[in-house]
């Protein structure tokens, strides 16, 4: 491919997330202000494969900064993961001219670009686009913010009731892998308990707590639990282990779901997903490819793929102290 961009194309992929639409809108503002055309891939990776490009322009992105979701649309491809699936993506790029490719998604969007993008040398940029903020090398991932907002007013909603009846609630989060949205809603919300994948707990040290909970004058308490905690088989059966060995409480079980995914971006979240949109334009201009654009310490920065696919983040265990000092 010719190394001066021209033509670019942008897509979204894997699990929505509010502030995609943002990113995106930034996306094509800064390629046409950089004189570069700009292509909107329809339904991600797949939608590559299945030629669903349209050129887009600055009144094409105009009032969706505020709308959640990805109006690209995204899913998921097993036909990527193949080498003939590839090769179609590849084909329809070349019949759109496109030199260079924006992929906003998470780890397995930015896995399977990464591997395209070696294999027919095109630029790929990625931007982390994920509510659960499991992304190494950004300290914040676009919908992160928002989903924190989302849940911490679910919860507090939830606790009015607990309260009145004198109720222990577990509400499972997002995060199968990572435990950020349960740990900082957890503190946020006033959750007695957090409950989340990096750390086991253990059934006795949680009933320990509870019972001192109880002991100390709490006449109800909230737990917030990460979906891949692994205590009890699922929230389900901890429920039940609670009320078999904790008296006192009515125990009530709440999964929040997709709402996390849901409603209008925050301020900070729109903020966010604009700068990285306008970074991963800049990146490609000046040359770069196989990076993603993160944020740290409140600069924009560029990160190889490699780092931001097969390198942990580190999971934020004064967090953890924190939230038991001040659930006592």
Do not use: W
């Not at 499972?172 to 503190?187: H, K, Q, S, W, Y």
């Amino acid at each position: 491919m010719n190394n001066e961009i021209k033509n670019i194309a942008v897509l979204t992929s894997g699990g929505d997330s509010p502030g995609m639409n943002a990113a995106i809108r930034a996306v094509v503002r800064n390629a046409v202000y950089n004189n570069l055309k700009c292509y909107g891939i329809y339904q991600g990776l797949q939608g590559m494969i299945d030629d669903e490009f349209s050129e887009l322009g600055p009144r094409s992105v105009r009032n969706l900064i505020n709308r959640g979701g990805t109006f690209l649309k995204s899913a998921r491809s097993e036909e990527f993961k193949t080498k003939e699936g590839r090769s179609r993506a590849y084909e329809n790029l070349k019949k759109h001219a496109i030199d260079a490719l924006v992929v906003i998604g998470g780890d397995g969007s930015f896995t399977g670009a990464s591997i395209f993008g070696e294999e027919y040398d095109i630029p790929v940029v990625g931007i982390p686009g994920t509510i659960d903020n499991d992304i190494n090398g950004t300290d914040y991932t676009i919908g992160y913010d928002t989903a924190l907002n989302t849940v911490v007013e679910a919860i507090d909603k939830i606790r009015d009731t607990a309260s009145s009846h004198n109720r222990l609630f577990l509400v499972e989060v997002m995060g199968r892998d990572a435990g950020d949205i349960a740990l900082n809603t957890g503190i946020g919300a006033g959750a007695e308990e957090i409950l989340v994948p990096e750390e086991d707990l253990g059934t006795d040290r949680l009933m320990e707590s509870l019972n001192n909970s109880k002991k100390s004058g709490k006449t109800s308490s909230i737990i917030v639990v990460s979906e891949g905690d692994q205590i009890g088989k699922n929230i389900t059966a901890l429920a039940d282990y609670i009320k078999t060995n904790l008296e006192g409480y009515e125990v009530k079980v709440t999964v929040l779901g997709h709402i996390q995914r849901g409603g209008s971006p925050s301020c900070y979240d729109r903020v966010l997903a604009t700068r990285l949109g306008v970074g991963a334009v800049d990146a490609l201009i000046e040359g770069k490819k196989k990076i993603m654009i993160g944020i740290s310490h409140k600069k924009i920065v560029q990160v190889p793929l490699e780092t931001a696919i097969y390198n942990k983040k580190v999971f934020d265990t004064d967090l953890l102290r924190v939230a038991d000092i001040v659930s006592i």
